[in-house]
C-alpha cells in the first residue's frame, strides 16, 4: 500500500500547487497512490476552511483532509464538518466539539481500509485532552475495521512530537508531524515498524515566514504591534512524504521526503 501525506496547505498558493501535483502524477505516474492525505488548517486565506475548498481538494484526488489549532478559523465549518466524513479534527478537543478526531476511508476498488487519526499537542498549543491517552481510545476503535493506520500529530514541540512517535512504534502505520510548516529531513522507520518524521512541511509559498509576507511578520517583530498577516505568493512548493505499508501487516517499509516547485 502506497500512501501520500501532503503538508500543511497555507492559502491559495498551496492549493494551487496540490491541484497540479495530483494532476501530474495521475497523468504520468503507473503506480498511483492507494491514499492521498492532507493538512488543510490553513488552505483559506492562512487560517481555516470553507465548503468550496474542501470540495476542491477532495475533487482533485485527497481522501483525508486534516487540520488542527486553525480548524475553526472559517465559521461556515461547523455548518458542514458534522456531514463531512473526509475531514476531520484533532481527537483530542472535547467530547462536544463538532467534527470527528479519526475516519475510515476505503480505497478506489474498495479493497482497502485506512484509518486516519488526528491529534494536536499540547505544549506551547491550547489545552488539549492528554493527546497519548487519547491514542490509546481511539486505537482500540480503529484497530477493530483495519491495521492500517496514520497518524497526523499537529504539535509545536519537536520534543512531543518524537515522544509520540516512540509511543506510537509499532501501533501505528506511520506518525506524520505537522503545524510547524518547516520539513525536517528525520525521517525513518522506527524499531517497531512504524514510518515516523517530526515535520512533513508547507505546502505554499515559501519565500514568506511559514507562509505569510515576510514584511508584515517583520514589522510585527519590529514593534510588537498586532497585525493580521496575508498569504504570500513566491516560491510555491509542495513539502510531502510518501510511505509504503507492507500489505500483511499494515506497518511501514519506507518513507520518503518529497519536494515539488512551480
Do not use: C
Not at 90 to 96: G, Q
Not at 244 to 259: F, M, S, V
Amino acid at each position: 500500500m502506497k500512501i501520500l501525506f501532503i503538508g500543511d496547505i497555507v492559502g491559495n498558493p498551496g492549493r494551487r500547487v496540490v491541484v497540479e501535483y495530483l494532476k501530474e502524477i495521475n497523468k504520468h505516474s503507473t503506480d498511483q497512490y492507494d491514499f492521498i492525505i492532507a493538512n488543510g488548517e490553513n488552505a483559506a486565506g492562512g487560517k481555516g476552511l470553507t465548503f468550496d475548498i474542501v470540495d476542491q481538494l477532495l475533487a482533485s484526488g485527497v481522501s483525508v483532509i486534516t487540520s488542527g489549532n486553525h480548524v475553526w478559523a472559517q465559521k461556515e465549518i461547523l455548518d458542514f464538518i458534522d456531514t463531512t466524513p473526509q475531514l476531520i479534527r484533532p481527537a483530542n478537543y472535547p467530547v462536544n466539539v463538532p467534527g470527528r478526531g479519526f475516519t475510515i476511508v476505503s480505497s478506489a476498488d474498495d479493497t482497502k481500509k485506512l484509518g486516519v487519526i488526528n491529534l494536536a499537542g499540547q505544549i506551547f498549543m491550547n489545552r488539549y485532552t492528554n493527546p497519548f491517552h487519547v491514542l490509546d481510545s481511539t486505537l482500540t476503535t480503529v484497530k477493530e475495521v483495519t491495521p492500517y493506520i496514520i497518524l497526523d500529530f499537529h504539535a509545536e514541540a519537536t520534543s512531543e512530537k518524537i515522544a509520540m512517535g516512540w509511543y506510537a512504534d509499532g501501533q501505528v502505520s506511520g506518525v506524520v508531524g505537522t503545524h510547524t510548516h518547516v520539513q525536517t529531513a528525520d525521517e525513518r522507520i522506527l524499531p517497531k515498524g512504524t514510518a515516523y518524521i517530526t515535520d512533513v512541511g508547507m505546502t505554499g509559498p515559501h519565500d514568506s515566514v511559514i507562509g505569510s509576507k515576510t514584511e508584515q511578520v517583520i514589522e510585527s517583530f519590529l514593534t510588537l504591534m498586532p497585525s493580521r498577516f496575508g498569504v504570500a505568493k513566491d516560491n510555491i512548493r509542495l513539502n510531502a512524504v510518501q510511505i509504503e505499508l507492507n500489505e500483511q501487516t499494515g506497518l511501514a517499509e519506507n518513507i520518503e521526503r518529497i519536494q515539488y516547485q512551480i
